[in-house]
Structures are given as structure tokens and as C-alpha cells.
């Protein structure tokens, strides 16, 4: 059995609306319990703080958005180098590192069936989460890529504890 793939990793709409309720539900919280604190007096200084924490979750709900068009490119081999780029075939792995240097699984990665968060060590030492969903690529991929990183994480680990 060959554990090889290459998969497009689209944003989770799951994920995007899991932190837009999040960034919002805290604004309209603030905003109740100001009400519920202070009564319904309308007084600009009174609500300060619900205002700004209600315009920072827009803010973060907007920056996602933003951010979710990225797309990545996961590929990998059959010894279990993962490589990541982005869909316009950008390294991400950093500007000193070459296209689409091999990255490092790390073992706080999880793994679960309905849930990849990878960790990744680029090159030169930063970390990368990538966050895969089962919305974020077809179900044949997802099932390939949740198989080959248990894979990876079993043998990648287990060579760094005989060391």
C-alpha cells in the first residue's frame, strides 16, 4: 500500500462559521450584559467596552473571510515527506527555504476522524497549523490524508525516540 497523495486543502466553511459565531457571539454577550448591568440608559461611555469588543469580532469575522480564499497543496510521499504550498504555488515554509522544502510533522498534531489539525516545522524552525475538516476536500482525499499522517506520526515518532 502506497501512502503517496496530493490534495487541494480548501478553507472549512465549518470552520469560518464556527469563528464568526464565536467573534460575534462575544460582541452581542458584552453588549447584553452591559444592558442587563447598566439598564437600557443609553450613555456612550456605558458602552464603550460591548461597542469595541462588538467591532473587534466583526473585524476578526472580516480577517477570516479574507484569509479563507487560500487554498493549499498537500502532497505526500511515499516515505512520508509532507510538503505544503499554497494554491498559487507559493512557499509557504518561509522566504529562506526552497519551493516546497519537506516540513516535519509534529507530535502534538491531532488526529481524529473528523478532525486534522497539523502542526508543521518549516525549515527554519517556525510551526504552521493547518486545520483539515471533512468540508475542506472530498471525502476520498480527506480519508487518504487522515490515513497517510497516522502513518507519517507512527513512523516519524518512533525513529526520533530510538535516537
Known sequence: MSIALSAEIKPSRIFLFFIAGICLGFGALSLVLEVMLFGTHFSLGKFFIPIITFVAGLRSVLNILSLSRNSYQLDISDS?????????????????????????????????????????????GSHKSLVVLPDSTSRQNFRAIAVACRWVAAHQFTVCKRR
Do not use: H, K
Open 80 to 124: 512520508g515527506q509532507i510538503r505544503l504550498r499554497n494554491s498559487l504555488s507559493i512557499d509557504i515554509s518561509g522566504s529562506n527555504a526552497v519551493l516546497g522544502a519537506p516540513l516535519i510533522l509534529n507530535s502534538d498534531s491531532l488526529l481524529w476522524p473528523y478532525l486534522l489539525v497539523l502542526r508543521v516545522q518549516m525549515s527554519e
